[in-house]
């Protein structure tokens, strides 16, 4: 089965745009008209789509209907955490389904967003059914130890009664550091290439850690896991700034990314959606304020602040032209726009893996002199105390 991840992208914008500023906070009568309003939700669809040509919009334009999409079954099955000591079977008996809040008040679908987020199934995975119970799994696929859950993953109940192993976002989204789990954080060590030629008995290791194919243009083009901790400071997702983004229109974006997960069979309680959309927003609370002073500040605001914005770090899209990385994910039918999705640099410090196609590893290897990799080239030909100024304040973007 394939694990598919719906990539984010953005319309073309000059570097000297104004500043950028955080995506409105939306009132709480949003949240109801986004649960209860059939007509409210297509029209922030709409609006949320940047190219309505590309493959990505016109799939939703023509499926995100209460025809179409919105008459199919309600999924919330019983699952459970597959955790880290993993016996080789599974207990029926313990798994739940998601407790739906029956107010359905802001902070309530908050908390359920946040129970959703380690075990919702978002995507059947039924070739880590044999991975998953290996003695090696967790070494061998990159797996984390994330408060006795193995790497996010959950067993869970079929409509035939047979069991199933499944992601959910944790899977991809969070990772651990000193035994500290961290949720939004991308797993940078996850080998789902790996984990998928295993169930069909080997084959080659097509992707490395920490990437996934996230379009359906039929080109095998590996995209970096995306660090959702930022989030909330993001004016655009995907990486090629496909979708604008809020709450509401987040919630869409994660209503129609899992039904395409689910083979468009069956569609999340739209509960669900809007409690991971308000918990991944939360997430921006774990990262530092950037500081304006000091030598590090000063080079990045001459190099980097026409892109990377004020407090958030990020701003409007950019051209493709003035990147000139990572085309194959960028330039694509399935998701382009013509611009470049500017990512929040809040929380760069400890992200593995850089750029679109995650080319580098560390922030060192990404402002090397003379390095190898072209594109983004920003900031590469300063001299040594500048640079060494710009990455040390880069490594304070915790």
């Known amino acids: 089965m394939s694990a598919r991840v719906v990539a984010l992208v953005l319309l073309v914008a000059a570097c000297s745009a104004p500043p950028a500023t955080v995506p409105p906070v939306d009132e709480p009568s949003s949240i109801v008209s986004y649960l209860d309003d059939a007509a409210f939700r ?18 939703r334009l023509a499926m995100y209907t209460e025809a179409n999409w919105g008459a199919l079954p309600i999924w919330n099955p019983p699952a459970v955490r597959v955790a880290t000591a993993q016996p080789a079977t599974v207990e029926v008996a313990q798994m739940r389904a998601l407790a739906l809040p029956s107010q359905r008040t802001e902070a309530e679908l908050l908390a359920l967003g946040r129970e959703a987020f380690r075990s ?152 669900v959606a809007m409690g991971l959309a308000l918990y991944l927003r939360s997430l921006s609370e774990s990262l530092v304020e950037p500081t304006h002073e000091g030598d590090g500040a000063r080079v990045f605001a001459r190099e980097c602040s026409g892109c990377h914005q004020g407090d958030t770090l990020t701003g409007p899209p950019v051209a493709f032209e003035r990147v000139k990385t990572d085309a194959n994910i960028l330039v694509n039918s399935e998701r382009a726009t ?44 300063l001299g040594a105390d500048e640079r060494a100024a710009l990455l040390g304040y880069l490594k304070s973007l915790r």
């Open 42 to 59: 297509r029209r922030e669809l709409e609006a949320s789509l940047v190219n309505p040509d590309n493959g990505y919009s016109r799939k």
């Open 120 to 271: 919702y199934p978002s995507q059947l995975a039924t070739y880590a059914n044999s991975g998953l119970v290996r003695n090696d799994a967790a070494s061998r696929y990159g797996l984390f130890d994330g408060d006795g859950q193995l790497g996010g993953f959950v067993y869970v109940k079929l409509p035939d009664g047979t069991t199933s192993a499944a992601v959910t976002c944790s899977t991809c989204h969070s990772t651990t550091d000193g035994g500290r789990w961290i949720a939004g954080r991308a797993n940078a060590a996850f080998r789902l290439d790996r984990m998928t030629a295993d169930a069909v008995g080997g084959g080659p290791d097509l992707w490395g850690p920490g990437r996934l194919d996230v379009t359906g243009d039929g080109v095998d083009n590996p995209t970096a896991i995306t660090d959702l901790r930022p989030v909330r400071f993001q004016l655009y997702l995907q990486r090629a700034a496909t979708v604008r983004n809020d709450l509401v229109k987040l919630a869409i974006r994660i209503e129609t990314l899992l039904i395409t997960n689910l083979n468009e069979s069956v569609r999340p309680p739209r509960e």
């Open 338 to 381: 013509g611009g470049v999705r500017v990512p929040s640099l809040r929380g760069v410090a400890d992200r593995s893996l850089l750029l679109s196609s995650g080319a580098f590893a560390t922030l060192d290897a990404m402002f090397a002199e003379n390095r190898q990799e072209s594109g983004h080239l920003f900031g590469t030909t």
